[in-house]
């Protein structure tokens, strides 16, 4: 069955840095775009970045352009956020996903979703 497994959360002081990790298995991880989302208690999820199949293209929420960079490795089958001078607004849980075909910004187009791991930015 397909599965994500996000790591390398934790906590960290502000304009600290973590990289997100999300190992992917159960897909032919080369055909999907992958995603990283967050959210933070009594908020909506929202969009952080995505990355198309190939590794060429990458968008990213207006909030973490210039300092988060979203990469993958097809040959480890893993997706990475490097995220750099963290906010405290940053805090949330962090979620990879997955969708065939293609990059978005809307959670509701990934067909498969990791089980989060906590970022907590400290000021």
Same mark, same amino acid.
């Given at each position: 069955?397909? /599965?994500?497994?996000?790591?390398?959360?934790?906590?960290? /002081?502000?304009?600290?840095?973590?990289?997100?990790?999300?190992?992917?298995?159960?897909? =032919?991880?080369?055909? &999907?775009?992958?995603? #990283? *989302?967050?959210?933070?208690? !009594?908020?909506?999820?929202? *969009?952080?970045?995505?990355? =198309?199949?190939?590794?060429?293209?990458? &968008? &990213?929420?207006?909030?973490?352009?210039?300092? *988060?960079?979203? =990469?993958?490795?097809?040959?480890?089958?893993?997706?990475?956020?490097?995220?750099?001078?963290?906010?405290?607004?940053? =805090?949330?849980?962090?979620?990879?996903?997955?969708?065939?075909? !293609?990059?978005?910004?809307?959670?509701?187009?990934?067909?498969? #979703?990791? /089980?989060?791991?906590?970022?907590?930015?400290?000021?």
């Amino acid at each position: 069955q397909v /599965q994500l497994v996000e790591s390398g959360g934790g906590l960290v /002081q502000a304009g600290g840095s973590l990289r997100l990790s999300c190992a992917a298995s159960g897909l =032919t991880f080369s055909t &999907y775009g992958m995603g #990283w *989302f967050r959210q933070a208690p !009594g908020k909506e999820r929202e *969009f952080v970045a995505t990355i =198309t199949s190939g590794g060429k293209i990458t &968008y &990213y929420a207006d909030s973490v352009k210039g300092r *988060f960079t979203i =990469t993958r490795d097809n040959a480890k089958n893993t997706v990475y956020l490097q995220m750099n001078s963290l906010k405290p607004e940053d =805090t949330a849980v962090y979620y990879c996903a997955a969708k065939y075909g !293609g990059t978005s910004r809307r959670g509701e187009e990934y067909a498969y #979703w990791g /089980q989060g791991t906590q970022v907590t930015v400290s000021s």
